[in-house]
């Protein structure tokens, strides 16, 4: 009997320990069934937070692409409507000798010379005739603007060697004149050879004073007249001249006896500088530039494009890869 005693109290204490171990190996079962899942869950919702900022990225990045397409296109044809101004500038040693085209009306030429480095000698007689040293023409026409009236002009030849400073220096005479104010209207345009070599002078000074514009000197002054030259280009490829002037006035100290009536006319012409203006509109939005930055930005678009679509595909996958692994743990509890 005691024997039999003992083996069944051996046998219930067996027992009891083999339900504690169970039991604990089912806690401890429980226990790392309940929190991996929470951490891969965790994991998992964080990498499609960061995921879904990313797609946030994605359309902003694309809206500023957008935004400089439109903001490039919009440039382009802003700078196609407004060219710029482009100015150059070539030296020269001699110009072209420009026409001076003198409207004396009663007044007479006395004398006309080509002088060098500034240098004008003292004059002889004034108010007599002296040497015309001048290339001349004399030339009659209709009025281009009234076609009725005609215009009596004398045409000289201009200064050409810019190097040496050559002037030229003209006087005039008027014996008497009805006006309150003498004066002697001129007219430069750009080549005095282009003048003589035209069959048809009358309508070559006919264009000369449509395209140009006229100047004045006064009686009893020295008008020193200093020219430069300046070349537009036109949009059809054709090419204007335009004389700019800077003109000083010195007053004649005459001592001459004669009659209040009678007065004197100076004036020199000489070139400013060596230096031909050209002026041109140019364009300044170049295409090429335009369609190069539009490619790179709809490549970065199509780049980002597929970033975001991997980035979907995978969530996606995430997502799938996460619910079978808690449809396993399920039916592994169950």
């Given at each position: 009997?005691?024997?039999?005693?003992?083996?069944?109290?051996?046998?219930?204490?067996?027992?009891?320990?083999?339900?504690?171990?169970?039991?604990?190996?089912?806690?401890?079962?429980?226990?790392?069934?309940?929190?991996?899942?929470?951490?891969?869950?965790?994991?998992?919702?964080?990498?499609?937070?960061?995921?879904?900022?990313?797609?946030?990225?994605?359309?902003?990045?694309?809206?500023?692409?957008?935004?400089?397409?439109?903001?490039?296109?919009?440039?382009?044809?802003?700078k196609l409507k407004h060219p710029v101004m482009s100015v150059s500038y070539k030296e020269?040693?001699?110009?072209?000798?420009?026409?001076?085209?003198?409207?004396?009306?009663?007044?007479?030429?006395?004398?006309?010379?080509?002088?060098?480095?500034?240098?004008?000698?003292?004059?002889?007689?004034?108010?007599?005739?002296?040497?015309?040293?001048?290339?001349?023409?004399?030339?009659?026409?209709?009025?281009?603007?009234?076609?009725?009236?005609?215009?009596?002009?004398?045409?000289?030849?201009?200064?050409?060697?810019?190097?040496?400073?050559?002037?030229?220096?003209?006087?005039?005479?008027?014996?008497?004149?009805?006006?309150?104010?003498?004066?002697?209207?001129?007219?430069?345009?750009?080549?005095?050879?282009?003048?003589?070599?035209?069959?048809?002078?009358?309508?070559?000074?006919?264009?000369?004073?449509?395209?140009?514009?006229?100047?004045?000197?006064?009686?009893?002054?020295?008008?020193?007249?200093?020219?430069?030259?300046?070349?537009?280009?036109?949009?059809?490829?054709?090419?204007?001249?335009?004389?700019?002037?800077?003109?000083?006035?010195?007053?004649?100290?005459?001592?001459?006896?004669?009659?209040?009536?009678?007065?004197?006319?100076?004036?020199?012409?000489?070139?400013?500088?060596?230096?031909?203006?050209?002026?041109?509109?140019?364009?300044?939005?170049?295409?090429?530039?335009?369609?190069?930055?539009?490619?790179?930005?709809?490549?970065?678009?199509?780049?980002?494009?597929?970033?975001?679509?991997?980035?979907?595909?995978?969530?996606?996958?995430?997502?799938?890869?996460?619910?079978?692994?808690?449809?396993?743990?399920?039916?592994?509890?169950?």
């Amino acid at each position: 009997t005691g024997r039999g005693e003992r083996s069944r109290f051996f046998q219930e204490e067996t027992l009891t320990i083999s339900r504690l171990f169970f039991l604990m190996n089912f806690e401890l079962y429980s226990e790392l069934g309940t929190t991996a899942p929470s951490l891969r869950f965790s994991k998992t919702c964080l990498k499609n937070v960061f995921s879904v900022i990313l797609l946030f990225i994605y359309l902003l990045l694309m809206a500023v692409a957008v935004f400089l397409v439109y903001q490039t296109i919009s440039d382009f044809r802003e700078k196609l409507k407004h060219p710029v101004m482009s100015v150059s500038y070539k030296e020269v040693s001699l110009y072209d000798a420009p026409g001076i085209a003198f409207y004396p009306g009663k007044a007479q030429l006395l004398s006309c010379k080509h002088h060098y480095y500034d240098h004008i000698p003292p004059l002889i007689n004034p108010g007599q005739p002296g040497d015309i040293e001048c290339t001349t023409q004399r030339i009659n026409y209709t009025d281009p603007f009234t076609n009725q009236t005609m215009k009596y002009a004398l045409v000289v030849q201009g200064p050409r060697d810019v190097k040496k400073k050559e002037l030229v220096f003209l006087q005039f005479y008027l014996n008497g004149t009805d006006q309150d104010f003498s004066a002697i209207d001129y007219l430069l345009f750009s080549s005095f050879q282009e003048f003589i070599n035209s069959p048809e002078k009358a309508e070559f000074m006919k264009d000369c004073e449509s395209s140009y514009s006229g100047w004045k000197f006064s009686g009893g002054f020295r008008t020193w007249v200093k020219m430069s030259l300046v070349k537009t280009k036109e949009e059809d490829g054709s090419e204007t001249v335009e004389f700019k002037q800077e003109t000083s006035v010195v007053n004649y100290i005459d001592q001459r006896t004669k009659p209040r009536s009678d007065q004197l006319f100076f004036v020199v012409f000489e070139w400013k500088d060596p230096f031909i203006q050209t002026v041109q509109d140019i364009i300044t939005a170049n295409p090429w530039n335009m369609i190069a930055l539009l490619c790179g930005i709809f490549l970065a678009l199509f780049k980002a494009a597929d970033f975001a679509k991997l980035s979907v595909k995978w969530m996606i996958k995430i997502r799938k890869r996460h619910l079978k692994r808690s449809r396993q743990v399920m039916n592994h509890i169950n």
